[in-house]
DNA sequence: TTGACAGGTTTGAAAAATGAACTGACTATC
DNA sequence: GATAGTCAGTTCATTTTTCAAACCTGTCAA
């Protein structure tokens, strides 16, 4: 499988790979939601080559997820935003980000530190139930096949079960 | 910078990134968390080749998000299962897979649907402040240095401005 | 007119992914 | 007891990506 076939897949994870699974992609949005814009800055705080920036920064806007605004005329100069779209993302991002906290900080503790707004508050992200609000365990979670599911490629294992091991009955 | 250098960089999306940042890999914690735990079943499901399974298996392994435990003794053969770190990255997947659902699912809709078995509904992950409970919001967070900030690199930018097209003063 | 800046593209070498076939330990069936 | 099948990989030759360094273009300031 090429990894531009991932698009037609049905499901969500690879649709979403397509556009965000790549190691540089996850970093430049890091970067994003830290409000770096500009070519300039996103190759020298990242350290990655010249000719991958512009090639990811060119399909994350064919994706939709930044948006190319001038932001100034003569000479014609470019930053790049996040779209609604990718203001989206801010999950993804956070949860790794989080991820990152609890498992890989170094003795030093977190690199980063979070402050909401909203409550004032130095805080964690928490993935709820949206129906609940309660915090999401995935051994709590069932997994049913939707109007979007085409054959059983992608369905768990347990809805399309074939015997294995059969020599062991 | 090689990706193996990721590790060592004072960013917790790059250590991440170090570990998940790979087309592969998020496919294969994908069908980790629908109970996927072997090698023929994930080549199967997945398409992708054996050399690249193995080394991806190999890597996640060695980085402890699974664990190889024998499942029969004669043949031995094994299954990958997550580990604890591993259940952890839950919210990761979770996230990609909703932004999938709301951003690129096809015409018929979302592939899969998840169910609480908590609350018996079926739900959207929200991504929610520890502090307060309140959705969050990329705009009403605000990024300060943690104890394990190492220089500025990774900073946001509003804490290391330099001048920027001075010529245009 | 010389140099600097922002935002790229070109080029050749190095690294990684792909696809097909093969190995090895064992079992089940003819 | 020969043959076929299962499962979990490895080997190897070919194609694709990625890397690093240098180069290009338009504009401005001294």
Redesign the pocket.
């Known amino acids: 499988?090429?990894?531009s076939d991932l698009e037609d897949e049905a499901c969500s994870v690879a649709r979403t790979v397509s556009v965000i699974g790549?190691r540089?992609t996850l970093l430049i949005l890091r970067d994003c939601f830290l409000r770096v814009r500009?070519?300039?800055d996103f190759q020298e705080r990242l350290g990655?080559?010249?000719?991958?920036l512009?090639?990811r920064?060119r399909k994350l806007v064919k994706d939709f997820v930044l948006a190319k605004v001038p932001y100034q005329q003569?000479?014609l100069?470019?930053?790049y935003r996040l779209t609604e779209k990718g203001r989206d993302l801010y999950p993804v991002i956070m949860s790794i980000v989080h991820w990152g906290d609890v498992h890989m900080a170094g003795k030093k503790g977190r690199p980063l530190l979070h402050q909401h707004l909203v409550c004032g508050k130095t805080f964690d992200p928490v993935m709820v139930c949206s129906a609940c609000g309660e915090p999401l365990d995935p051994r709590q979670v069932h997994v049913h096949r939707g109007p979007g599911a085409a054959g059983s490629r992608n369905l768990p294992p347990d809805e399309q079960r074939r015997p294995?091991?059969?020599?062991?009955r």
């Open positions: 499988m090429r990894w790549d540089w500009r070519f300039e990655i080559t010249r000719p991958l512009a090639s920064l003569r000479p100069r470019y930053e294995r091991l059969a020599h062991q």
